[in-house]
């Protein structure tokens, strides 16, 4: 169970920390789905930062355990959001969605499921 932790958790934070970095720099990918959302486009950085905060959070897991259980449940929380808006403008285009959310619920499944701490 130790090594899928380990797996997943990495594998989770480098997807979603390198979706940080494309809204971070000001790529036109996250700034059309803003538009397409109709979300602010000053939202953009401030998603990108909560990106990169559960990035972190599921790394600084290996020191606090309790910290990655809380960043990948806030990567969760952050991805229901997203599909939210996504559905509420009628947008059914979630492929993307569906990886990460997945990538996301489990990370917080293996730090649940972590019976080694």
């Known amino acids: ?10 594998f989770a934070s480098l997807l979603n920390g390198s979706a940080a970095v494309v809204y971070l720099i000001g790529h036109e990918f996250p700034k059309a789905q803003a538009d397409m959302k109709r ?3 000053s939202w953009v950085p401030v998603l990108g930062m909560l990106l990169a905060a ?7 897991s290996f020191a606090v355990p309790m910290l990655g259980t809380l960043a990948a449940a806030g990567l969760v929380l952050y991805f ?9 403008v009628g947008s059914r285009k979630l492929v993307n969605w569906t990886g990460f959310s997945a990538t996301a619920v489990a990370a917080l499944a293996v730090s649940l499921g972590d ?3």
């Open 1 to 10: 169970m130790f090594a899928a932790y380990i797996t997943v958790t990495i």
């Open 39 to 41: 979300l602010p486009r």
């Open 80 to 88: 229901i959001g997203a599909v939210l808006a996504h559905l509420r």
């Open 115 to 117: 019976d080694w701490s």
């Open 54 to 60: 559960g990035s972190l959070g599921l790394l600084g």
